[in-house]
């Protein structure tokens, strides 16, 4: 199986090894690949950057929730002409301790792996996406160590309500004003053809009228526009049950 990961950096510290980063889903989609990859000591990296046959490098691994990444030596061992994949042979002193992680990880400890709340962002402003992405990342790493944020974004009504259907979130931060499908209708869906009960986080630089409408179609609480990341952090905590 090949993952999909971003290009391979230089470690800035001591110019050592190239370390790549496989950026995982989540806690699953990290151990599907240890049981049909990493296991058998061999890990496939797709990036654009061309990795010569023989070089060391390290493989940091990583997903939501994992409070430290996890660091394997290993060299690449193919990187087929016009392919954008590299194949890395992992060295076999990795093997217990990244058999020793993997049983942390399954057994959800605390000191590895932490409770991931997943936030689905319906927010037709691409820019207060990544500003709430990025503070809620940036406020786990800082301060909110017991717990993690994973994330779906949709730009209009129409593909959140298609991403409710087919994947399961903790709670949903909704822009009242979106196109297609506005917020009040649905969030009003969410609550009545997808019976979901899960927190919903309205808001809105619209005021009274926005609030009320969020409200009446079923809205949790509400935010008003601009939004400091502080409320939404503590709402969530408030709101979620990790």
């Not at 660091?71 to 058999?99: I, Y």
């Not at 993997?102 to 000191?111: F, G, K, P, Q």
């Not at 820019?127 to 990342?137: A, I, N, P, R, S």
């Not at 399961?168 to 053809?193: K, N, Q």
């Amino acid at each position: 199986m090949r993952r999909k990961l971003p290009t391979g950096r230089i470690n800035p510290i001591d110019g050592g090894p190239l370390r790549l980063f496989v950026d995982y889903e989540d806690a699953a989609d990290f151990l599907g690949d240890y049981e049909e990859n990493l296991a058998r000591l061999e890990g496939f990296v797709q990036t654009e950057r061309v990795v010569p046959v023989g070089t060391q490098v390290q493989l940091g691994l990583v997903f939501p929730g994992l409070i430290e990444p996890i660091v394997l030596d290993g060299v690449v061992s193919a990187q087929p002409e016009g392919e954008s994949w590299t194949h890395v042979e992992l060295f076999a002193s990795a093997t217990s301790r990244l058999q020793s992680i993997v049983e942390r990880i399954r057994a959800s400890d605390r000191r590895v792996v932490v409770p991931v709340i997943r936030v689905l962002i319906a927010e037709d402003n691409v820019h207060v996406c990544e500003l709430v992405k990025t503070g809620l990342t940036t406020a786990t790493r800082r301060e909110l160590r017991d717990l993690a944020f994973g994330f779906e974004t949709a730009l209009d009504g129409g593909t959140a309500l298609e991403l409710l259907k087919q994947r399961e979130f903790d709670a949903v931060l909704v822009d009242v004003y979106l196109p297609v499908l506005d917020g009040a209708r649905l969030i009003r869906h969410m609550r009545t053809t997808l019976g979901l009960s899960i927190p919903v986080i309205a808001v809105s630089g619209g005021g009274d009228a926005a609030r009320d409408a969020a409200l009446r179609a079923g809205a949790t609480t509400f935010l008003d526009k601009p939004i400091r990341l502080r409320n939404v952090i503590e709402t969530l905590r408030q709101l979620v049950k990790v």
